[in-house]
């Protein structure tokens, strides 16, 4: 029994890393761009919830409805402010990597500035009685995390496969010159991804401050590098694989600590990562396409 | 009982002040002895030292302040060996190259037969090495650095280094909550956590209970479930978790939503946990118990006359740092008394006999001369800190 609730714990950590893994996903699936900064959407996320609910008292839909639109706003800020004209002269890829890592110190700067470095800490938005399977025992917030990110991913899916904006974002993704030929905006659906992927960063901050009710200006950046390491383990690109990748990365994470490795935990999830791009590069489910020259 | 106790050691003082008195040549008689030294203008000179002014100062005020108070208590009541005590104080701007020339003044000019101080723990370390050349008696209100008192054998303190709270809550564990199973989780790499977890442990298992589940973490990580899952698998009667404020609020937080039944307990760090806790969590601490050197609440009438009438003198409330002021003072009065004397060797060689009770415990000096003295036990009830007893 005590297995499977670490099996659980690791799930319910997994969805929340899914949930921004897809954002690194899809982000890099158009613009070949890996957004350091998408870690800190998380936490722009937590100060909007924690501002709508305990600043202006608001109830949670409000609070979980401005974090999705303020995220969704920054997110595209950013990309108009910072990335837009790296992306239109053709700059180097290092200088669009380090221009993010710069978009995410300043956003932890100015955070740091406006709420201070010290935690705040957030109500108990999830409550309700505990689901018992036997002696094993399932938190409200657990069960709500996990359904809530399935039904978002399941949702993407949907968004992806199905809709004419998921057809133009994945004709962009492969192959933006052609794209724009067949008359598909192009700069339209890279501000679309961008805005998406923060919107599902922001339900993950929701679920995140939730179980882990304590935020900080800096709360996102090793969630947003373990974030990364499911996207790349699940294969960078792929929708599903950012899911299965999640969930590996939390899975060990949890199990790790379990054996009382704690001090291990790190260890294990990067050298997960390394192992996977010596022995599969492209990651799990991702597909092994050569660079274009 | 306490003012029994108190009487006794009135009575004890005044037997040793006889003493005294019988032993020396020149004063004939300890009743005498008050008025022929105030007539002659004698007096026992005790340099005070510490930060009045800088960014440490809220400490040194506090600090003083209450050894100023303690002197006054003492001369109220006819002073140590017949004489009345003067304080001779010094800044020192929480700079620890002030601290040492205070301290050469002290002692060449001043001519002081004994030092409070210093405060924090960097100048009490200059001023502890300063002192080695003459073996000046000195006792430090507050610095909590192990090293301290391991610089000499005339350097003691007044307040308990962080692995005591340890002992102190395993015996609290094992004697008041009749623990037979514990837990710990704490944050191995951070010392102040791991020095008292480890303490913790020794001290709970020479008590005869049993270790359930022993879990670490490192600092930076939110999530804690994975440990609180195999503590709660493991179902201990204790859960010692001896750590700071903001990572205790998460993990109190996690571990009422698992449904973890064993008592929460902890060290000094809890100080501030409820400032994290939103009021809708706030009950993940209930019920939970922790050490501390103060309780403002406390229901020692002792502790509650010094609150009103620090207060009433400095127009503010006093913080943990004054009452530990008091008792250095007061420590270092009653060894000089003990001793019948004011030489150096003699009042620490009494200081290592001391027995005394003070505003923040009864205390004695161990053999590294920190306080073996008791805590302030607390607990929290619907949102509040609530002060429990003195225990140790």
């Known amino acids: ?293 | 009982m306490k003012k029994f106790v108190c009487c006794a050691l009135a009575a004890a003082m005044a037997m040793s002040m006889v003493a005294c008195g019988g032993a020396s040549s020149s004063a004939p008689a300890a009743s005498a002895a008050g008025s022929s030294a105030a007539a002659t203008g004698d007096t026992v000179k005790v340099g005070v030292l510490g930060p009045l002014t800088g960014a440490v100062s809220v400490y040194g005020i506090n600090v003083t302040n209450g050894a100023k108070m303690a002197a006054e208590d003492v001369n109220a009541k006819g002073g140590v060996l017949g004489k009345q005590v003067e304080v001779v104080l010094y800044d020192e701007k929480g700079d620890e190259t002030e601290a040492v020339n205070a301290y050469n003044k002290m002692v060449d000019n001043d001519k002081v037969v004994a030092l409070i101080g210093d405060v924090t723990t960097t100048p009490t370390l200059a001023v502890a090495q300063a002192s080695q050349e003459t073996g000046l008696p000195m006792i430090t209100a507050s610095a909590s650095a192990q090293a301290v008192t391991e610089t000499g054998e005339n350097v003691f303190r007044a307040c308990f280094i962080d692995p005591y709270q340890g002992e102190l809550m395993a015996k609290y564990a094992a004697e008041k909550l009749g623990a037979k199973t514990y837990a710990v989780l704490y944050d191995d790499t951070n010392d102040y956590s791991l020095g008292v977890a480890e303490v913790f442990q020794e001290t709970a298992d020479a008590a005869g209970m049993t270790a359930a589940s022993v879990q670490t973490y490192q600092s930076g990580t939110p999530d804690f479930k994975s440990q609180l899952t195999e503590i709660k698998a493991a179902n201990p009667d204790v859960l010692f978790i001896p750590v700071y404020y903001e990572d205790l609020a998460l993990i109190t937080v996690q571990a009422k939503e698992m449904g973890i039944s064993a008592k929460l307990m902890g060290a000094d760090g809890w100080d501030g946990v409820l400032g994290k806790l939103d009021d809708s969590n706030k009950d993940a601490v209930n019920g939970a118990y922790y050490c501390s050197q103060y309780a403002p609440d406390s229901t020692d009438p002792a502790v509650q006359d010094f609150i009103k009438r620090y207060t009433d003198a400095n127009g503010e409330a006093p913080n943990m740092f004054a009452l530990l002021g008091y008792d250095a003072m007061r420590m270092m009065l009653q060894s000089i008394e003990d001793a019948c004397s004011t030489d150096s060797a003699a009042i620490v060689e009494a200081m290592t006999k001391l027995e005394y009770e003070g505003l923040t415990g009864n205390m004695t000096f161990d053999e590294n001369r920190n306080p073996v003295k008791s805590a302030v036990i607390l607990t929290f009830e619907n949102g509040t800190t609530k002060f429990v007893e003195n225990f140790g």
């Open chain 1, 1 to 293: 029994m005590k297995f499977a609730s670490q099996i659980i714990n690791g799930l319910s950590l997994g969805s929340i890393y899914a949930l921004v893994a897809l954002g690194y996903n899809m982000v890099y699936g158009i613009v070949g761009l890996i957004n350091f900064a998408h870690g800190d959407i998380i936490m722009v996320g937590g100060y909007m919830v924690y501002v709508a609910m305990v600043v202006a008292g608001a109830p949670l839909w409000v609070a979980v409805l401005a974090s999705i639109l303020v995220c969704a706003f920054t997110g595209i800020f950013i990309q108009q402010v910072a990335y837009q004209r790296l992306l239109n002269s053709g700059a180097p890829r290092i200088s669009l990597l380090i221009t993010a890592i710069g978009a995410s110190i300043f956003l932890q700067n100015l955070f740091q500035m406006l709420f201070s470095s010290s935690g705040k800490s957030m109500p108990s938005m999830i409550t309700g009685a505990p689901l018992n399977i036997g002696s094993l025992q399932i938190s409200r917030v657990t069960m709500v995390t996990i359904a809530v990110s399935v039904l978002l991913m399941a949702g993407l899916q949907l968004v992806v496969k199905k809709t004419r904006i998921g057809k133009a974002m994945r004709a962009t993704s492969e192959d933006a010159g052609a794209a724009v030929l067949m008359g598909i905006n192009t700069k339209r659906t890279i501000v679309f991804t961008f805005g998406l992927g923060s919107a599902l960063a922001a339900v993950g901050s929701v679920l995140y401050s939730s179980a882990y009710p304590l935020i900080t200006p800096y709360m996102g950046g090793m969630l947003g590098l373990k974030a990364f390491v499911a996207a790349v383990l699940g294969g960078i690109g792929s929708l599903p694989g950012a899911m299965l990748g999640g969930y590996l990365i939390a899975v060990s994470e949890s199990l790790t600590k379990a054996f009382g490795l704690s001090k291990l935990t790190d260890a294990v999830v990067f050298g997960i990562l390394i192992v996977i791009l010596l022995v599969r590069p492209a990651g799990l489910l991702g597909k092994n396409t050569k660079e274009k020259v």
